[in-house]
């Protein structure tokens, strides 16, 4: 059942994340020594486990996988209580991401991506059923990354707007959001309500290099301006003005991947529930911090006998062939 602010409805990558954590620097032309573990992940499935994982409300997520992985992500995201309708794309494989990670103080990682399936969702992928009894729609930023997933966005915007249901979105990647453009990405997502950006990601948006400044420019154009600030916290800007900072908690980090997911889906739920802005930003910086005290990018699952009544089936048909990887 819906939560009294209604559900979530999350948009976004459903990706298989390969994390190899490594301790010192990597040797180039021969081995380096490596704990490598294969783990669900993806921004736009992040953010939805991380929401689901507060309790407080309904989380649906939308998004497009390979027949390769289809049967083992959807058992996954049902184990965290999210709600999945997964599209089976038949000619991509399930998007791939492979992250290094420094065992170093600051657990920093490094992505390579293959963006598969994930990527190719489309606006054929979306109905204005999906918004049924949603009372805030979010979309990962990596959506506006490609051609396909640009038009979605539009068409759910539309959608959105028609039906006044609120919109928050994550740029998702500076690397990404370097080459398609500031300017771009911004008309890509006017009238949305929540901007949830990183540092880097702020600055760049905003063509400024101090943090604060950044949110506040930002906030002109967004009603609400949060940006993550990993170790130094969160900070929150309205009106042109910065107007709320939330300090991160402390803790030993081992793997900083999803920790932004994490943030943000846990701020998505409290503010969909009732919590203020800088409630919110709090319960953003709790989930941060469980985020980077574990390897991978989402909460523990939940019992399997509890997860199986979340299970919807599939938007695309999955081949009997599909299985776990």
């Known amino acids: 059942m819906t939560g009294p602010g209604g559900a979530l409805l999350v948009v976004g990558d459903v990706i298989t994340d390969v994390v190899a954590c490594h301790a010192g620097p990597l040797a180039p032309g ?26 407080r409300c309904e989380v649906r997520l939308l998004g497009r996988v390979g027949v ?34 420094d065992e170093g103080a600051a ?14 969702l489309g606006p054929e992928d979306w109905s204005d059923a999906l918004l049924d009894g949603v009372g805030r729609l979010h979309l990962s930023g990596y959506l506006l990354f490609s051609g396909s997933s640009r038009a979605l966005v539009a068409v759910a ?19 990404f ?11 890509l997502v006017e009238g949305v309500d929540v901007l949830l950006p990183s540092r880097d990601e702020a600055c760049l948006l905003a063509g400024c290099p101090d943090v604060a400044e950044a949110a506040a420019s930002l906030s002109r154009s967004v009603p609400l301006v949060v940006v993550k600030l990993g170790a130094e916290g969160a900070l929150l800007a309205r009106s ?3 107007c709320a900072r939330v300090p991160a908690l402390p803790v030993t980090p081992r793997d900083t991947t999803g920790a932004g997911d994490a943030f943000t889906g846990a701020f998505l739920a ?11 930003m709090e319960e953003g910086c709790r989930a941060g911090a469980a985020a980077v005290g574990r390897v991978g990018a989402r909460p523990p699952a939940r019992d399997r006998r509890e997860a199986s009544s979340m299970r919807e089936p ?8 599909a299985g776990t990887t």
């Open 30 to 55: 021969t081995d380096t020594a490596a704990v490598i573990r294969t783990v669900p992940g993806g921004a736009g499935a992040n953010v939805a486990c991380w929401a689901a994982r507060q309790g």
């Open 68 to 101: 390769d992985a289809a049967v083992w992500h959807e058992r996954e995201l049902a184990a965290r209580g999210v709600r999945p309708r997964l599209v089976v794309d038949a000619d991509a494989p399930t998007g791939t991401v492979v992250c290094l990670v």
């Open 107 to 120: 657990a920093e990682r490094t992505f390579l991506t293959d963006s598969g399936a994930s990527l190719r």
């Open 157 to 175: 915007l539309k959608a959105a707007g028609a039906r006044g249901v609120p919109v928050s979105v994550d740029p998702a990647s500076a690397g």
């Open 177 to 187: 959001l370097a080459e398609l453009g500031p300017d771009r990405f911004l008309s």
């Open 240 to 242: 042109g003005e910065v």
């Open 270 to 280: 409290a503010l969909l529930t009732g919590a203020d802005a800088g409630r919110a």
């Open 314 to 321: 599939t938007a695309g048909r999955v081949p009997p062939q």
